[in-house]
């Protein structure tokens, strides 16, 4: 089990019972899911983006493992080999302990399960100021698709009046 | 209405994008009965998934292919060569809808580039005045923004960056782009909110997409008898050597024999060539339509890439329609550049979770984590340059791998030309330049990404021996075959190529029930 507190303001925060997380993995161990959980904030670190959407990376994984013993093998193998101390290990050395496998097919495992999950996650959408699906507030026509204001307007001939504007 | 499977009047076309469905609503309106064969499920505006991923799993053709060659697709994407939908209305379902005609000298490559070495270039057997007529209607029917009276898009934030850096650097022709975008309501359909999910299949249907126009519009004919989920593996011929049925898988996976008085093959260029190929016979040993070797070579996807400009203020760029926005001043044929043929520079921008997949250089760590830190201040730019066909990029059956139903999957190879690195490396350079003009943080360029604009491996040419159809898409060797998709393209162009599939087919469809009405065909 991995466990964790969420960020104040954290957009799960609103649902979520109470700050504490705790995330019960199937396939991987405890030692494994810390390791994996911190070579997904090696590869991509934002340092302000909090643990609990890294935990996701760790979910998704630990879920895939369950499902396919393959997944698991390449996991616990590729993990194993990242030594039981990578979780505690400054960033130098976890870049480095990464570089050293950066061409095995755990490692391309590794950062394609990373990205995919860790971008989804509505930690990522709040973290990154990105707001995704609008078509339910009515697309960003009337939301700001056109409030840069630090450049100037496009000429109407190049371009066209927004519905509703004029 | 349902057609009976050993019903040899009817006309089978095999997909329903925006050659096949097109052609489907072209042919039922006249009254002639078409089976239209779609391998994927149907989807509404309902259904469009919102999530990118789950978008992206509901929309797209994931059955295995493999790849080969010196561009970078084979080893950045090495399972994904090509970006194709499988789900009807096809590739219209996902595209982003620019819709620019290609330009008089694109259609005429062999004559505008001379000789090159190592190419395979020809001219288009159709004059630019009789496509420029198919374009205009074509553009009625879509309902293209600058076009007949229609507004063009408003300019949205990421809009504002690419006309402010390319008036910077001097270029003149820039706008909104020529887009099948309502921008007011017209067609039954309503107008753009700008919601920055055009990829994912448009919720509001103010994309022109071939699911929810010419598709229901054929069904409204009584005429159209469409298969979803209905694969076909293979087209027969009589002892005639005209074509005489389609097998198919079902939405069961049970085979189907739907008899034929004429196919249309309009599968993307991958599988409509891997179709001719699968239906070799005793007659045709190299597969249909093959008899000059032609088919599935030629392979074009245009040269494609990413350049992100990120700056000190926010653009979010994810706000608003997601390709309106282009650069023409380059869309030229300046041999002094350094290469033959144009290249148009167009908007883009990616959702969050796409961008680190397919939008980035490969990365990870410190460098590739600032990078997205900078997501709300990043504008972006999509290059869309001329390729030059060549014999050898093309389209085979693998011969180790193969599909749920035991038939080879299509072999992507591509190995780039001289010419397509020096105008890839120009039309960067170009993108970079105007970021860097108005004061960019920093320029990225991306990878090349799996190519979503697939053609010409099944071309056509003025001579039998340089291509597999004429000018009418009609197959050299068999008179009843018709190619209906962006395979038949006898060269690629810079153009974003749905407007000049849609115009063929339109013009396709007009032929076609002329040699009907002849009994010619």
Sequence with gaps: MLTGLLAAGSPLASFAPSRAWALDLIALTTQEGATLLAAARTIAPHDKLEDAAYALVVHSVDALSAKDASVRKQYQEGLGRLGANFALAGEQARVEALTAVESSAFFQALRTNTLQVLYATPMAYAHFGYEGEAFSKGGYLLRGFNDLRWLPEVPQADSGPAPGSA | ?521
């Design chain 2, 1 to 521: 209405m349902r057609i009976d499977s050993n019903d040899d009047g009817a006309v089978v076309i095999i997909g329903s994008g925006a050659g096949g469905g097109t052609l489907a609503h072209e042919l039922t309106r006249r009254g002639t009965k078409v089976v239209l064969l779609e391998a994927g499920q149907r989807q509404s505006l309902a259904s469009f998934s919102q999530v990118p991923g789950e978008a992206f799993g509901q929309l797209t053709w994931l059955d295995p292919r493999t790849q080969s060659g010196t561009w970078g697709v084979a080893k950045d994407f090495p399972g994904l060569p090509v970006w194709t939908c499988k789900t009807v209305g096809g590739t219209t379902v996902h595209w982003t809808a620019a819709t620019p005609r290609f330009r008089p000298w694109e259609i005429r490559a062999r004559t505008t580039y001379g000789s090159v070495a190592g190419t395979s270039l020809i001219d288009w057997p159709i004059a630019y005045e009789e496509l420029k007529s198919y374009y205009q209607l074509a553009e009625r029917r879509l309902g293209v923004t600058r076009r007949n009276g229609n507004p063009g898009m408003p300019a949205s934030n990421n809009f504002k960056v690419m006309y402010a850096a390319a008036k910077k650097v001097g270029y003149k022709r820039v706008h909104t782009n020529y887009m099948a975008i309502n921008t007011r309501p017209r067609d039954e359909r309503g107008f753009c909110i700008q919601q920055g999910f055009c990829a994912q299949g448009c919720k509001t249907g103010a994309k022109w997409s071939t699911l929810y126009t010419e598709i229901p519009r054929a069904e409204a004919t009584g005429k159209l008898d469409l298969r979803i989920q209905c694969m076909a593996t293979r087209i027969e011929h009589g002892a005639d050597g005209r074509v005489s049925a389609v097998i198919y898988r079902d939405s069961k996976g049970v085979e189907q024999r739907q008899k034929a008085r004429i196919v249309c093959v309009a599968g993307n260029s991958i599988e409509t060539a891997r179709l001719l190929l699968l239906s070799e016979s005793a007659r045709f040993p190299h597969g249909l339509a093959n008899s000059a070797g032609q088919v599935g070579r030629n392979y074009c996807h245009h040269i494609s890439g990413f350049v992100w400009g990120t700056f000190e203020q926010p653009v979010k760029f994810w706000r608003g329609a997601v390709l309106a926005g282009t650069v023409e001043d380059e869309t030229v044929n300046e041999p002094k550049r350094g290469f033959v043929g144009g290249y148009h520079l167009e908007l883009i921008s990616l959702d969050l979770p796409t961008l680190p997949l397919v939008g980035l250089p490969y990365g990870w760590g410190r460098d590739f984590a600032a990078i997205m830190e900078d997501y709300r201040n990043m504008a972006g730019m999509f290059i869309c340059g001329e390729d030059l066909g060549r014999a050898d990029n093309r389209i085979t059956l693998d011969p180790k791998i193969k599909d749920a139903y035991g038939s080879p999957v299509a072999h992507v190879h591509v190995d780039e030309h001289d010419n397509d690195k020096a105008l890839r490396k120009h039309a960067q350079d170009s993108a970079a330049k105007m970021y860097q003009s108005i004061g960019a943080k920093r320029v990225i360029r991306s990878l090349t990404p799996p190519a979503t604009h697939n053609m010409c491996t099944a071309r056509m040419s003025a001579n039998p021996g340089d291509g597999v159809t004429n000018a009418w898409g009609q197959a050299h060797d068999i008179n009843n075959l018709f190619i209906s998709d962006g395979s038949a393209f006898s060269s690629p162009g810079s153009a974003n190529p749905t407007l000049t599939i849609v115009a063929l087919a339109l013009r396709q469809g007009e032929y076609i029930s002329r040699q009907m009405a002849a009994k010619a065909i």
